[in-house]
């Protein structure tokens, strides 16, 4: 059977199950793909006099610079999270219990708020070099504490994103991986053999799945490279976009971005798909630690001890420090509006994207087609494109909206020509959903594997439609897939730079918006409080998921 005979017959057995459930799967698919496609069409339009001077002397400085940043990123996150998922998952050595969880804490902080503490931090007035002068009696060399630089962007996105390498490899050694170790060590290899032939080879798919996130995150990132000088493609969007008032110029620009990471996401796919490994039992056996003693477990203990303190306790006691300066001129009446800003906008748009995410896996996971394999593939794609692309999309989708929708707001008496949805939070908290959709998606998705179709198909037997089957079999049993779905989703939310700062409606603020309003006027100490508040979130949301994590265990 060819591929159009194959998806023809999904789309028959698709329109005889056809329900509400898959009308709003569709729609939301369709909302999905709509920006991206607008985005890709901008490549074969006709280039105006800006592109052609930003293809001809600029561009090739954009590619470069953001793939030697992946590519710097990528190489040092693997070596640090695999190292660290390794040490964890298969010894025993001092407070490794602590180093488990203490490893995931730098996804509280976003990446953009530790490139403004560590450059402060590193400065020649900075806490490190006055500590130095005042109470060493050095003088440093400057050239040792340059951050602002592409190896220091590197340094920053190296510490504060490994945990994504480090949490896949992490889960994938301690719940697949034991046959293979344990009959290594049985024959007699000694670590390093069993880490460099067995370990690393076994562990491919999982390291690829997060040095690919690892990557996503490197190209959504905007705070870091305008902060440290980098032209990066998502930094070239913001400067073309509002330097030269060109949004055309900027499409184009964020095609050739999307088009670059639909490439990492087929060379992962492709890596991944030849790497695929199978334990001869169904029955999976946890990896036994074994104990370290003497100068290893110390070493162990030493090297986990320092990416911990330099990925989260040193910029977070020196943000504290900071709070504490300059927190009475803070902390007001707008204050108050930012937190409520950012929570409201951040809720909103997670009753939405989860009630998304629920329909559309309850109907991929009931009809297994290929209609719906695409739903959840569109569904997905969000996640894998940078906000500063999707934003561009998506503000030129609501544009031809509020266009068409001209003489409706007429007729009502708003102007007609007037902009509505697109200067209105709408046009923003469509964009989170669209964007983070997946986070959302992923965890519905793996709770109603773990629960299975036997309830589910007996309440069907019995009479019982798909939707009160839902709410009296299926939400019981994936409610906290849910909760664990929307306390990530949350966390992504409210940390998210890009797509806020070019959707936002004027006069409209969050925390994170706040926190680099401050850093660009080079107001560091006042950016702490809003930067500590979204390091408080975070935390409590890692705390959270690290809970249901082990509470699904038990």
């Given at each position: 059977?060819?591929?159009?005979?194959?998806?023809?017959?999904?789309?028959?057995?698709?329109?005889?199950?056809?329900?509400?459930?898959?009308?709003?799967?569709?729609?939301?698919?369709?909302?999905?793909?709509?920006?991206?496609?607008?985005?890709l069409?901008?490549?074969?339009?006709?280039?105006?006099e800006?592109?052609?001077?930003?293809?001809?002397?600029?561009?090739?400085d954009?590619?470069?610079?953001?793939?030697?940043?992946?590519?710097?990123?990528?190489?040092?996150a693997?070596?640090?999270?695999?190292?660290?998922?390794?040490?964890v998952?298969?010894?025993?050595?001092?407070?490794?219990?602590?180093?488990?969880?203490?490893?995931?804490?730098?996804?509280?902080?976003?990446p953009?708020?530790?490139?403004?503490?560590?450059?402060?931090?590193?400065?020649?007035?900075?806490?490190?070099q006055?500590?130095?002068?005042?109470?060493?009696?050095?003088?440093?060399?400057?050239?040792?504490?340059?951050?602002?630089?592409?190896?220091?962007?590197?340094?920053?996105?190296?510490?504060?994103?490994?945990?994504?390498?480090?949490?896949?490899?992490?889960?994938?050694?301690?719940?697949?991986?034991?046959?293979?170790?344990?009959?290594?060590?049985?024959?007699?290899?000694?670590?390093?053999h069993?880490?460099?032939?067995?370990?690393?080879?076994?562990?491919?798919?999982?390291?690829?799945?997060?040095?690919?996130?690892?990557?996503?995150?490197?190209?959504?990132?905007?705070?870091?490279?305008?902060?440290?000088?980098?032209?990066?493609f998502?930094?070239?969007?913001?400067?073309?976009?509002?330097?030269?008032?060109?949004?055309?110029?900027?499409?184009?620009?964020?095609?050739?971005?999307?088009?670059?990471?639909?490439?990492?996401?087929?060379?992962?796919?492709?890596?991944?798909?030849r790497?695929k490994y199978?334990?001869?039992?169904?029955?999976?056996?946890?990896?036994?630690?074994?104990?370290?003693?003497?100068?290893a477990?110390?070493?162990?203990?030493?090297?986990?001890?320092?990416?911990?303190?330099?990925?989260?306790?040193?910029?977070?006691?020196?943000?504290?420090?900071?709070?504490?300066?300059t927190?009475?001129?803070?902390?007001?009446?707008?204050?108050g509006?930012?937190?409520?800003?950012?929570?409201?906008?951040?809720?909103?748009s997670?009753?939405?994207?989860?009630?998304?995410?629920?329909?559309?896996?309850?109907?991929?996971?009931?009809?297994?087609?290929?209609?719906t394999?695409?739903?959840?593939k569109?569904?997905?794609?969000?996640?894998?494109?940078?906000?500063?692309?999707?934003?561009?999309?998506?503000?030129a989708?609501?544009?031809s909206?509020?266009?068409?929708?001209s003489?409706?707001?007429?007729?009502?008496?708003?102007?007609?020509?007037?902009?509505?949805?697109?200067?209105?939070?709408?046009?923003?908290?469509?964009?989170?959903?669209?964007?983070?959709?997946?986070?959302?998606?992923?965890?519905?998705?793996?709770g109603?594997?773990?629960?299975?179709?036997?309830y589910?198909?007996?309440?069907?037997?019995?009479?019982?439609?798909?939707?009160?089957?839902?709410?009296?079999?299926?939400?019981?049993?994936?409610?906290?897939?849910?909760?664990?779905?929307?306390?990530?989703?949350?966390?992504?939310?409210?940390?998210?730079l890009?797509?806020?700062?070019?959707?936002?409606?004027?006069?409209?603020?969050?925390?994170?918006?706040?926190?680099?309003?401050?850093?660009?006027?080079?107001?560091?100490?006042?950016?702490?409080?809003?930067?500590?508040?979204?390091?408080?979130?975070?935390?409590?949301?890692?705390?959270?998921?690290?809970?249901?994590?082990?509470r699904?265990?038990?």
């Amino acid at each position: 059977m060819n591929v159009s005979a194959w998806f023809r017959n999904g789309m028959r057995h698709g329109k005889r199950k056809l329900n509400g459930w898959t009308i709003i799967s569709v729609i939301g698919a369709l909302a999905a793909l709509i920006p991206s496609l607008y985005i890709l069409v901008g490549l074969f339009r006709s280039p105006n006099e800006n592109w052609q001077h930003i293809s001809q002397y600029m561009l090739k400085d954009y590619a470069l610079q953001s793939l030697w940043l992946v590519l710097g990123t990528c190489a040092c996150a693997v070596i640090i999270g695999v190292t660290l998922a390794w040490l964890v998952a298969a010894y025993e050595f001092p407070l490794r219990r602590f180093f488990s969880w203490a490893f995931v804490l730098p996804l509280a902080i976003p990446p953009y708020i530790a490139a403004y503490t560590y450059g402060s931090m590193l400065s020649y007035t900075g806490s490190v070099q006055v500590f130095m002068r005042n109470v060493l009696g050095w003088t440093p060399d400057q050239k040792y504490f340059d951050i602002m630089s592409m190896k220091g962007a590197i340094f920053i996105f190296t510490l504060f994103l490994f945990p994504y390498v480090y949490l896949i490899t992490r889960s994938f050694l301690e719940r697949q991986s034991a046959s293979f170790i344990d009959n290594a060590r049985l024959l007699g290899k000694n670590p390093l053999h069993i880490f460099f032939r067995i370990v690393l080879p076994l562990s491919q798919p999982a390291i690829m799945g997060g040095v690919s996130l690892v990557a996503f995150e490197v190209l959504n990132d905007f705070g870091v490279s305008k902060h440290f000088g980098i032209q990066s493609f998502t930094s070239a969007i913001f400067t073309t976009w509002f330097g030269m008032y060109d949004v055309d110029s900027a499409m184009r620009l964020a095609a050739l971005l999307m088009s670059f990471i639909i490439g990492i996401f087929i060379i992962e796919r492709l890596l991944r798909r030849r790497r695929k490994y199978h334990t001869s039992t169904a029955r999976m056996a946890p990896l036994q630690r074994r104990r370290l003693r003497g100068w290893a477990a110390w070493a162990a203990f030493g090297f986990g001890a320092v990416i911990a303190a330099l990925s989260f306790f040193i910029p977070v006691i020196q943000l504290i420090v900071w709070a504490g300066w300059t927190y009475k001129d803070v902390l007001n009446a707008k204050f108050g509006e930012l937190l409520f800003n950012t929570l409201s906008i951040s809720l909103l748009s997670i009753a939405i994207l989860m009630l998304l995410a629920i329909i559309v896996a309850n109907v991929v996971r009931s009809e297994r087609t290929t209609f719906t394999l695409l739903l959840s593939k569109l569904i997905s794609m969000g996640y894998s494109i940078p906000g500063a692309v999707l934003s561009i999309g998506v503000l030129a989708i609501f544009i031809s909206l509020d266009h068409l929708l001209s003489g409706v707001y007429g007729w009502l008496g708003w102007g007609a020509g007037k902009l509505v949805l697109s200067m209105s939070l709408v046009m923003l908290v469509f964009a989170y959903v669209i964007r983070f959709l997946a986070v959302g998606y992923n965890a519905v998705e793996a709770g109603f594997e773990k629960t299975g179709n036997r309830y589910t198909e007996a309440s069907r037997l019995l009479g019982h439609g798909m939707t009160r089957t839902f709410f009296k079999v299926d939400l019981p049993m994936i409610k906290g897939a849910v909760l664990t779905g929307s306390i990530l989703t949350f966390m992504e939310i409210v940390k998210e730079l890009p797509l806020t700062l070019l959707l936002r409606p004027f006069n409209f603020e969050t925390l994170a918006t706040k926190a680099y309003q401050y850093a660009s006027d080079e107001q560091i100490h006042q950016a702490s409080v809003p930067s500590l508040f979204l390091v408080g979130i975070g935390i409590v949301s890692v705390a959270c998921y690290h809970w249901l994590g082990e509470r699904r265990e038990q």
